[in-house]
């Protein structure tokens, strides 16, 4: 079965440090990658998602991730993060069975 | 403004009774999606319908029902069947062509919690 990995449950940093979340998902077909976040006290909402072309794409609040095939990987990066980034990060994947499959969730907790 | 109502936000029952969560969508999609998330756990599928009067069974059924008997309209009821129901419900909706088919629309999500 598709599954997708996230490798980090709790992320501490201090502001304007960098980030990078990783995310790895299992299938060796097309797919489709997404990044939500989940604010505190807030709906899920996109981040970004990957369909195809250049691999590098950037989504909003500065957020941006690269689809690395050889790799399975879809890690999300930002180069420094700001305390309102404080948040749950979901990875996604879609591979075409008409499901969406999530990570576990990384919790970040941006100190100021 | 379009999006997708859940209700309640909050639900308290006790145990051996079924409930039922409600969620509606005004943003015309046709595929609708209930989650449940537990901490640590991310979010996992329960059932997903891609149009009015079909649906299918998600990674975690047991325990959960579904209707779709109107595009706008996925409701969803934890049975007493279910052995662990206290969590977080997530319902989402997507539409939009090839391009928006696969990204998700959510709710406010309903929290419920059984005695």
């Known amino acids: 079965a598709q599954s997708v990995s996230q490798h980090n449950h709790h992320v501490i940093l201090s502001e304007a440090a960098s980030l990078e979340l990783g995310c790895n998902y299992s299938y060796g077909g097309t797919v489709n990658l997404f990044w939500y976040v989940q604010y505190p006290g807030q709906h899920l909402q996109l981040l970004l998602k990957y369909f195809s072309g250049d691999p590098l794409v950037k989504g909003i609040k500065g957020f941006e991730a690269e689809f690395i095939k050889s790799k399975f990987s879809f890690n999300l990066r930002k180069p420094s993060v700001q305390w309102s980034d404080t948040a749950e990060y979901f990875c996604a994947a879609y591979t075409g069975f008409q499901k969406l499959v999530f990570g576990t969730g990384t919790r970040l907790l941006v100190s100021p | ?115």
């Open chain 2, 1 to 115: 403004d379009g999006g997708i109502t859940q209700s309640p936000k909050y639900l308290f029952r006790k145990e051996g009774q079924n409930v039922t969560l409600s969620c509606e969508q005004n943003l015309n999609h046709d595929a609708m999606y209930w989650y449940r998330q537990d901490p640590g756990q991310g979010l996992r599928l329960i059932y997903y319908s891609q149009i009015v009067n079909d649906f299918q069974k998600g990674d975690i059924a047991e325990g959960y029902s579904v209707s779709r008997e109107k595009k706008e309209s996925f409701p969803l009821t934890v049975t007493s069947a279910q052995k662990n129901p206290t969590a977080f419900y997530l319902c989402a909706s997507s539409g939009g062509g090839a391009a928006g088919a696969n990204v998700l629309t959510f709710g406010a999500g309903s929290r419920l919690t059984v005695l």
